[in-house]
């Protein structure tokens, strides 16, 4: 099985970027593209009956499109339950029977984000988004594109056509090699050195927390566990995505961006807009904007906003979380993410009523209130992810191992320290950008960075080199 | 921190021609310098001299051995500076190899660089620990003599067997690590272990290294690798995972053992057989050790061990050939399952055991050996004296 950002699955996107160069023609460029998604898909299981359902997926939703697009158009709304409860059957959740599920082990790999490619289709089809018959091969690329399968990004199917099916190919220059390859560099190092780093950290502290041993260490280990895991998830999932732009980009594809440093948004909703940007898009286009304005349309008073609002957002972030996994862990996360964005939106609009929209505006840029709810925004963030990470039974392991005053302290340690440390990254950040060079920051010269990436390359080669070289044995020395 | 969301400034320009050389020479000197700094400030915080001044080649399959009355000092790049003073007889050991003083009893030691504490100074080795417990709760010294040699193989220990029983010890110590019967025994040696011992050829001490090898040499040998090692592999279950990859070499935690493991414990059972058999004829108590490796330690702390494993297994062996043979035996598997993460007990790339490990097994050693095996300590187990 290959690693979905390991040494070999660059290597095989880069191969597959190579093969797909060797000839401009469009036909060539999809026929590579499709071969390297299902060989891609064809590692993950040697059985051709464990394909079968996700088979039958792609199927229902290319028919449900075609016919969507075509005479059917009433079959929307049943297409669109029907994908749903397909979908919810095959990732088997867990309020569902376990009688009713498939008894045979099947791959489910990228399903739930063929899920949303899919629905986009049907809803998009349906309201003539879509303008274009879309071919069989279109389809699959579409929906089983190698690069964006396991973990996305989620693209729009125009925005897909837009680069894999141009005529002639996106331009591939040295200098747009050179930026794919930064991209691919950089994601290899976050997530094979820096989501190893921090996840190593966060199991020793797990560890020194669920161990005994005074209340200082068992605070501070507390406060390591929950902290870390955002920056973990940061690391390896835009690690990951740094990974796969720079792949299809090398393959003629443009993929959309999913993250625009989270962490320094100052409250939740900028959070949302700036991590997983293109499942938030999704979201807010297929849930969140039909919510408002169908109840908007059904009680157009402005005093029932606020609440239409606060709802609307609070359904969307709760989908998010049972979107994430099956079980109801996922679904407190997603309650504990609606409650954060739905307060977020009532506070703005509650602070704009009572300041005006200028007060709000000037309070909103003081810089002490700014660090303050960066911190905030962190540690709400950091206290979601423990049902995204963990499931019950370790929460009670944890929560076991601290008295109700240390855990008010962890999470007291969590807000102040990220409160800081975010607001010194910041002042550094901008300290470094100030530094110019050919009217450009000094940083993001083209020599300071390939000085960047050769170093992070060789950081991440070594680790890779240890971690998969054979354990050290004692060595006789001869004297 | 992030990546920008925006386009790449010039992704739409072009190359200009000065640096078609300027950034593959960026790149290079960055390498270079990257290697410079990391390998000289590796080597400053982390410095290692090996070289023991005191080791003489022999010329012969024994390899080396110590000069007498000759102290040497070195340091493993993960360990302390230990000095090693080796006696009249070449031992690592604190006294003299001559006649004890009445009332004093005497401990030999034969094994391997486990046996000898190597990488650990004198006073924090186990049986430095061990003898001043030991001394503290009989009321009496106690002297260790310490045969051990590093890289010895057990046909070593047990051509040192009738050396030890000369110093007139009161009992003896075997001290065997996986690592130390991994290199199968050459049958012919077997055979010969009741020979002297043939020189070797000296053709087979001499190469030419081919500039591949010094580049493989400079870069496996490079104290940033080493540093790096260090620090990934203090995760249990990463080093696990890599040290199981091993075929043969970690087959000794894998249960039923192999054929080949198996011929390496039928060995033994020759080696251990004939050395208990010298030690009854003589009179002196003899206790097999098997002194647990990294990985077992690693193996005992893990919450879930991979099927087909067994961290005792390897100990289990070598209690049935002890107790066969009638030698007593030290369980020190128990101690080190009773300490969490007792892989943290070792040098992580050098394999030995660290300070607090020696600590745990002088521990238990002193338990043991109050426990009757030794006639003469038995009288003390009741003892507790004072305690630090």
Same mark, same amino acid.
């Given at each position: 099985?290959?690693?979905?950002?390991?040494?070999?699955?660059?290597?095989?996107?880069?191969?597959?970027?190579?093969?797909?160069?060797?000839?401009?023609?469009?036909?060539?460029?999809?026929?590579?593209?499709?071969?390297?998604?299902?060989?891609?898909?064809?590692?993950?299981?040697? !059985?051709?009956?464990?394909?079968?359902?996700?088979?039958?997926?792609?199927?229902?939703?290319?028919?449900?499109?075609?016919?969507?697009?075509?005479?059917?158009?009433?079959?929307?709304?049943?297409?669109?339950?029907?994908?749903?409860?397909?979908?919810?059957?095959?990732?088997?959740?867990?309020?569902?029977?376990?009688?009713?599920?498939?008894?045979?082990?099947?791959?489910?790999?990228?399903?739930?984000?063929?899920?949303?490619?899919?629905?986009?289709?049907?809803?998009?089809?349906?309201?003539?988004?879509?303008?274009?018959?879309?071919?069989?091969?279109?389809?699959?690329?579409?929906?089983?594109?190698?690069?964006?399968?396991?973990?996305?990004?989620?693209?729009?199917?125009?925005?897909?056509?837009?680069?894999?099916?141009?005529?002639?190919?996106?331009?591939?220059?040295?200098?747009?090699?050179?930026?794919?390859?930064?991209?691919?560099?950089?994601?290899?190092?976050?997530?094979?050195?820096?989501?190893?780093?921090?996840?190593?950290?966060?199991?020793?502290?797990? #560890?020194?927390?669920?161990?005994?041993?005074?209340?200082?260490?068992?605070?501070?280990?507390?406060?390591?566990?929950?902290?870390?895991?955002?920056?973990?998830? +940061?690391?390896?999932?835009?690690?990951?995505?740094?990974?796969?732009?720079?792949?299809?980009?090398?393959?003629?594809? #443009?993929?959309?961006?999913?993250?625009?440093?989270?962490?320094?948004?100052?409250?939740?909703?900028?959070?949302?807009?700036?991590?997983?940007?293109?499942?938030? !898009?999704?979201?807010?286009?297929?849930?969140?904007?039909?919510?408002?304005?169908?109840?908007?349309?059904?009680?157009?008073?402005?005093?029932?906003?606020?609440?239409?609002?606060?709802?609307?957002?609070?359904?969307?972030?709760?989908?998010?979380?049972?979107?994430?996994?099956?079980?109801?862990?996922?679904?407190?996360?997603?309650?504990?993410?609606?409650?954060?964005?739905?307060?977020?939106?009532?506070?703005?609009? +509650?602070?704009?009523?009572?300041?005006?929209?200028?007060?709000?505006?000037?309070?909103?840029?003081?810089?002490?209130?700014?660090?303050?709810?960066?911190?905030?925004?962190?540690?709400?963030?950091?206290?979601?992810?423990?049902?995204?990470?963990? !499931?019950?039974?370790?929460?009670?392991?944890?929560?076991?191992?601290?008295?109700?005053?240390?855990?008010?302290?962890?999470?007291?340690?969590?807000?102040?320290?990220?409160?800081?440390?975010?607001?010194?990254?910041?002042?550094?950040?901008?300290?470094?950008?100030?530094?110019?060079?050919?009217?450009?920051?000094?940083? #993001?010269?083209?020599?300071?960075?390939?000085?960047?990436?050769?170093?992070?390359?060789?950081?991440?080669?070594?680790?890779?080199?240890?971690?998969?070289?054979?354990?050290?044995?004692?060595?006789?020395?001869?004297? | 921190?992030?990546?920008?969301?925006?386009?790449?400034?010039?992704?739409?320009?072009?190359?200009?021609?000065?640096?078609?050389?300027?950034?593959?020479?960026?790149?290079?000197?960055?390498?270079?310098?990257?290697?410079?700094?990391?390998?000289?400030?590796?080597?400053?915080?982390?410095?290692?001299?090996?070289?023991?001044?005191?080791?003489?080649?022999?010329?012969?399959?024994?390899?080396?051995?110590?000069?007498?009355?000759?102290?040497?000092?070195?340091?493993?790049?993960?360990?302390?500076?230990?000095?090693?003073?080796?006696?009249?007889?070449?031992?690592?050991?604190?006294?003299?190899?001559?006649?004890?003083?009445?009332?004093?009893?005497?401990?030999?030691?034969?094994?391997?660089?486990?046996?000898?504490?190597?990488?650990?100074?004198?006073?924090?080795?186990?049986?430095?620990?061990?003898?001043?417990?030991?001394?503290?709760?009989?009321?009496?010294?106690?002297?260790?003599?310490?045969?051990?040699?590093?890289?010895?193989?057990?046909?070593?220990?047990?051509?040192?067997?009738?050396?030890?029983?000369?110093?007139?010890?009161?009992?003896?110590?075997?001290?065997?690590?996986?690592?130390?019967?991994?290199?199968?025994?050459?049958?012919?040696?077997?055979?010969?272990?009741?020979?002297?011992?043939?020189?070797?050829?000296?053709?087979?001490?001499?190469?030419?290294?081919?500039?591949?090898?010094?580049?493989?040499?400079?870069?496996?040998?490079?104290?940033?690798?080493?540093?790096?090692?260090?620090?990934?592999?203090?995760?249990?279950?990463?080093?696990?995972?890599?040290?199981?990859?091993?075929?043969?070499?970690?087959?000794?935690?894998?249960?039923?053992?192999?054929?080949?493991?198996?011929?390496?414990?039928?060995?033994?059972?020759?080696?251990?057989?004939?050395?208990?058999?010298?030690?009854?004829?003589?009179?002196?108590?003899?206790?097999?050790?098997?002194?647990?490796?990294?990985?077992?330690?690693?193996?005992?702390?893990?919450?879930?061990?991979?099927?087909?494993?067994?961290?005792?297994?390897?100990?289990?062996?070598?209690?049935?050939?002890?107790?066969?043979?009638?030698?007593?035996?030290?369980?020190?598997?128990?101690?080190?399952?009773?300490?969490?993460?007792?892989?943290?007990?070792?040098?992580?790339?050098?394999?030995?055991?660290?300070?607090?490990?020696?600590?745990?097994?002088?521990?238990?050693?002193?338990?043991?050996?109050?426990?009757?095996?030794?006639?003469?300590?038995?009288?003390?187990?009741?003892?507790?004296?004072?305690?630090?």
């Amino acid at each position: 099985m290959m690693g979905t950002a390991s040494l070999q699955f660059v290597a095989y996107g880069l191969a597959c970027a190579v093969l797909s160069n060797l000839h401009r023609s469009l036909a060539w460029r999809q026929f590579v593209l499709l071969a390297a998604s299902v060989i891609f898909l064809g590692f993950f299981s040697l !059985n051709p009956a464990a394909y079968l359902p996700l088979a039958g997926f792609l199927v229902f939703g290319y028919v449900c499109v075609r016919l969507v697009q075509g005479k059917y158009r009433r079959l929307f709304v049943p297409a669109v339950v029907l994908g749903i409860a397909l979908f919810v059957w095959l990732k088997k959740y867990t309020f569902i029977p376990g009688g009713l599920f498939l008894q045979h082990p099947y791959v489910t790999l990228g399903l739930s984000y063929i899920f949303f490619r899919v629905m986009h289709l049907i809803i998009d089809a349906h309201d003539a988004d879509v303008p274009e018959r879309i071919g069989v091969v279109s389809y699959l690329n579409y929906t089983l594109n190698f690069t964006t399968l396991v973990s996305g990004p989620i693209q729009t199917y125009p925005d897909f056509a837009r680069s894999q099916l141009a005529v002639p190919p996106l331009p591939l220059n040295l200098i747009v090699i050179g930026h794919a390859l930064r991209r691919i560099i950089v994601g290899f190092f976050k997530v094979n050195v820096l989501s190893l780093l921090l996840n190593m950290a966060k199991l020793d502290a797990l #560890e020194s927390l669920t161990s005994g041993g005074p209340s200082g260490v068992r605070i501070v280990s507390g406060a390591i566990v929950a902290a870390i895991y955002p920056l973990y998830l +940061y690391a390896n999932f835009s690690g990951y995505i740094d990974i796969v732009i720079g792949l299809a980009r090398l393959m003629r594809i #443009e993929l959309p961006e999913n993250f625009n440093r989270p962490f320094s948004s100052p409250n939740f909703l900028i959070f949302w807009n700036r991590w997983h940007m293109t499942l938030s !898009n999704w979201l807010k286009t297929y849930v969140y904007n039909p919510i408002v304005i169908s109840c908007m349309r059904r009680w157009p008073s402005t005093r029932a906003e606020p609440a239409i609002v606060a709802s609307a957002f609070f359904i969307t972030f709760f989908l998010i979380g049972v979107w994430h996994g099956q079980t109801s862990e996922f679904a407190f996360y997603g309650i504990l993410l609606g409650l954060g964005v739905s307060v977020t939106k009532l506070y703005q609009m +509650y602070m704009t009523a009572r300041l005006k929209r200028a007060g709000y505006n000037k309070l909103a840029r003081n810089p002490l209130y700014v660090i303050v709810a960066r911190g905030m925004t962190y540690t709400w963030y950091a206290f979601c992810m423990l049902w995204f990470w963990s !499931n019950w039974s370790q929460l009670h392991t944890m929560a076991a191992a601290l008295s109700p005053g240390e855990m008010t302290a962890v999470w007291a340690l969590i807000l102040v320290v990220a409160s800081v440390a975010l607001a010194a990254w910041e002042s550094t950040r901008q300290w470094l950008l100030s530094f110019e060079f050919e009217n450009r920051p000094w940083l #993001e010269s083209r020599y300071v960075r390939t000085a960047w990436c050769t170093a992070l390359l060789v950081i991440a080669l070594t680790t890779v080199s240890v971690l998969n070289a054979p354990a050290p044995d004692i060595v006789y020395k001869a004297f | 921190m992030s990546e920008p969301a925006t386009p790449e400034p010039d992704a739409g320009g072009r190359l200009s021609r000065r640096d078609y050389w300027l950034l593959p020479l960026v790149s290079l000197l960055t390498v270079i310098v990257m290697f410079t700094i990391t390998e000289v400030s590796t080597r400053i915080a982390w410095p290692m001299d090996e070289e023991n001044v005191c080791a003489v080649p022999t010329g012969n399959a024994e390899g080396y051995y110590f000069k007498t009355n000759c102290t040497a000092r070195f340091k493993n790049a993960e360990g302390p500076w230990a000095t090693y003073n080796y006696n009249d007889c070449g031992y690592r050991s604190a006294t003299s190899c001559g006649p004890v003083a009445p009332g004093t009893l005497r401990i030999a030691i034969l094994g391997s660089s486990v046996a000898q504490g190597l990488d650990v100074p004198y006073e924090d080795t186990y049986y430095d620990i061990a003898a001043k417990e030991l001394s503290r709760r009989c009321g009496r010294p106690i002297d260790v003599q310490n045969l051990g040699k590093p890289a010895a193989s057990p046909i070593y220990a047990y051509r040192k067997v009738q050396e030890a029983l000369k110093l007139k010890p009161q009992v003896v110590l075997l001290l065997l690590a996986p690592f130390d019967i991994e290199q199968r025994i050459d049958p012919q040696a077997l055979a010969d272990r009741n020979q002297p011992e043939k020189p070797v050829s000296s053709n087979a001490v001499h190469y030419e290294m081919s500039l591949m090898r010094k580049l493989q040499s400079l870069i496996l040998g490079s104290r940033t690798l080493l540093v790096a090692e260090h620090y990934l592999l203090q995760d249990r279950e990463t080093f696990l995972r890599l040290y199981m990859n091993y075929g043969d070499k970690a087959d000794f935690l894998r249960v039923p053992f192999t054929p080949a493991w198996q011929q390496r414990f039928d060995d033994m059972n020759l080696i251990i057989g004939d050395m208990a058999g010298a030690m009854k004829t003589a009179g002196v108590p003899f206790v097999v050790i098997p002194v647990p490796s990294r990985a077992e330690a690693a193996l005992l702390s893990a919450p879930h061990r991979p099927p087909g494993t067994d961290p005792a297994a390897f100990g289990h062996a070598l209690e049935k050939i002890a107790s066969d043979h009638g030698a007593a035996y030290v369980d020190l598997m128990e101690p080190f399952q009773n300490t969490p993460d007792s892989q943290n007990l070792f040098l992580v790339v050098d394999g030995h055991v660290a300070p607090a490990g020696q600590k745990l097994i002088a521990d238990h050693l002193v338990k043991k050996l109050l426990d009757g095996t030794v006639p003469e300590l038995a009288q003390c187990a009741g003892a507790t004296g004072s305690q630090p």
